[in-house]
């Protein structure tokens, strides 16, 4: 029974050293597991709690296997000038009692020294190394009521927090204060929906960061050390922005916060690191946040994702495809097999598109796998893979693991190298229909990459369905949207008929509140969609170059980025401006 427990049920460390030394019983340590999965609470809190254990005897173990010594708090007299270093909330949140301090080593007395998060957070607060003391539960709940007041609801206690608790120097203070106004948040309406964090001025700062970031509808957060200051950027409609400059005193500290909430080692400054934050907005909202630090020569750079799924848009009609491409790309996707390829650089929308696919797709008779590096969504009835090159999870070797596990649709986030081209082609032939992106400027230079790879021409025409390239431009703001004067000569060089150009009506954003003053808001993908049909196919097979093929492609009616930039300036969506920047003409 007891390696049963060990190997099937995942006891933790503890349990196991309670059940090896007889205790408890199977029976006990099985149904108190069961119980902390509901509650959330330590193993020897629920123990106790059922009588299995007596605190003394909780106590001793507990010791025995951390290696901590016990301490009776009833004996010990407390330094008062100590209690403000850890905030109430935190004291009663961890069941943690400062004691002493030496040097820069603070000793506390904890009910559950197993609790990592409460050893970072009181680190984090006090600047210290943390020395833990063992003390039975009743006996640190008394010392809390004993020496600790205690406070009113959160909404009052707010002020006197940052007067009191945390980080003391007012000086400090004041700058948080003064950052949390440039930001815009409405605090008292958003706080109650941000993950639960201690109340401290630095962790409002960074709570305030990401909330602004996400009423923003910012993609990336940039928090960047310089020689003068701390820079934190947005980047929205794919343009990076100011939010706010900081000064480099709290460089350390906001730092070290998103870190201690991405699950990173904050002592760790020397290597990159990456981790996940998960927040709560509302009640149903959830939005992930993909960290990762970078050492500079002025300190940690942080770029944090924000990956809303909320707001991603998966119905593939609504994404920008004009009427002929949406046609070509909805016939592709219901074939039973083949190849289908996404290209465009990065941040161009990609995997957008191949998300939109698979949720069309997405039935309970279809098995589809993807792998992704990284997984940034995830959805119900897809197996989704996350790659990991470190360990040879790679998309090849994912790729060969798929074939044998009778899938029907394939995703692969991107093809890299010969083996992953070569495997993807032949699934593509056997029977599957694979999704994945290249990096390449358009649609037809996509058909000479796998061959430059070294996919066999032959291979490549059988394979391949259709190819789709595309751009992300940014919309015109239609709260603040006017007429722009364009000169005729311009429309014509964009591409513009000489008709077009005298009869179209331009627009742009002159800027206002909804757009913040940018005259753009929310963006739009240009698409060039190729089906491979036979004349292309042939031009393949003959070793024809990109340029041929993209002429051949026109002539069949394929619609090109600029073509399709051109049809959103005439509908009012986009701007030419935005067109120009987006594409060229060969």
Do not use: W
């Amino acid at each position: 029974m007891y390696l049963y427990i060990m190997t099937v049920v995942g006891a933790s460390p503890f349990g196991l050293f309670l059940l090896k030394n007889k205790i408890i019983t199977d029976a006990q340590l099985l149904e108190a597991m069961k119980i902390q999965k509901k509650e959330r609470k330590s193993l020897g809190h629920i123990l106790l709690k059922l009588g299995y254990i007596t605190e003394d005897k909780l106590t001793k173990a507990l010791s025995t296997h951390h290696q901590a010594p016990v301490i009776h708090l009833k004996d010990i007299q407390l330094d008062h000038s100590l209690l403000k270093l850890i905030p109430y909330e935190v004291v009663v949140k961890h069941q943690v009692i400062p004691l002493a301090k030496n040097g820069d080593a603070l000793k506390v007395a904890m009910a559950d020294p197993s609790n990592s998060i409460a050893l970072e957070d009181i680190k984090f607060l006090t600047g210290m190394n943390v020395i833990v003391h063992i003390a039975p539960e009743t006996e640190i709940l008394e010392t809390i009521e004993r020496n600790y007041q205690k406070r009113e609801t959160p909404q009052v206690t707010k002020a006197k927090t940052q007067e009191t608790d945390v980080l003391e120097d007012e000086a400090f203070n004041k700058v948080i204060d003064s950052a949390l106004d440039q930001l815009d948040v409405d605090e008292r309406k958003e706080e109650e929906d941000v993950i639960k964090q201690i109340d401290a001025p630095i962790i409002r700062l960074v709570n305030n960061i990401f909330l602004n970031a996400i009423n923003s509808r910012a993609s990336d957060i940039h928090i960047e050390p310089s020689e003068v200051d701390l820079s934190v950027r947005y980047r929205v409609d794919g343009i990076l922005t100011t939010a706010i400059k900081l000064p480099l005193k709290i460089k350390n500290a906001l730092i070290s916060r998103v870190k201690i909430m991405a699950h990173l080692d904050i002592s760790e400054r020397r290597l990159p690191q990456d981790g996940r934050i998960k927040l709560k907005i509302g009640e149903k909202r959830k939005i992930d946040l993909r960290v990762s630090t970078l050492p500079t020569i002025f300190g940690e750079k942080i770029v944090i994702r924000i990956l809303d799924k909320s707001s991603l848009q998966l119905d593939l009609t609504k994404l920008g495809l004009e009427e002929k491409s949406l046609k070509d790309f909805l016939t592709a996707i219901q074939r039973p097999y083949g190849m289908i390829l996404v290209t465009g650089p990065t941040g161009s929308g990609k995997t957008t598109t191949l998300y939109s696919i698979l949720s069309r797709l997405n039935k309970p008779e279809v098995n589809i796998m993807t792998a992704e590096d990284p997984v940034e969504y995830n959805f119900v009835g897809i197996n989704q893979v996350q790659i990991k090159e470190e360990i040879g999870l790679t998309f090849a070797s994912a790729l060969r693991a798929f074939l044998r596990q009778d899938p029907d649709i394939i995703m692969v986030g991107e093809i890299r190298d010969f083996e992953t081209a070569e495997i993807a082609t032949k699934a593509a032939l056997t029977g599957h229909l694979v999704l994945s992106t290249l990096h390449t400027n358009d649609a037809p230079t996509t058909i000479t990459r796998l061959v430059n790879m070294g996919i066999e021409p032959f291979l490549v025409a059988s394979s391949v369905i259709l190819v789709a390239a595309q751009r992300l431009v940014r919309k015109i703001c239609s709260y603040c949207k006017v007429e722009q004067q364009v000169p005729e000569n311009t429309l014509i060089n964009i591409g513009f008929t000489p008709e077009d150009a005298k009869k179209i009506t331009c627009y742009i954003g002159k800027g206002c509140q909804y757009c913040n003053n940018t005259g753009y808001k929310g963006r739009i993908a240009l698409y060039e969609v190729m089906p491979m049909k036979e004349e292309i196919k042939e031009l393949v097979l003959q070793g024809t170059n990109a340029l041929e093929i993209k002429k051949e492609a026109i002539r069949l009616g394929m619609i090109t980025l600029r073509q399709s930039g051109i049809e959103k300036i005439k509908q009012g969506i986009v701007s030419y401006e935005e067109v120009l920047k987006a594409t060229f003409e060969d």
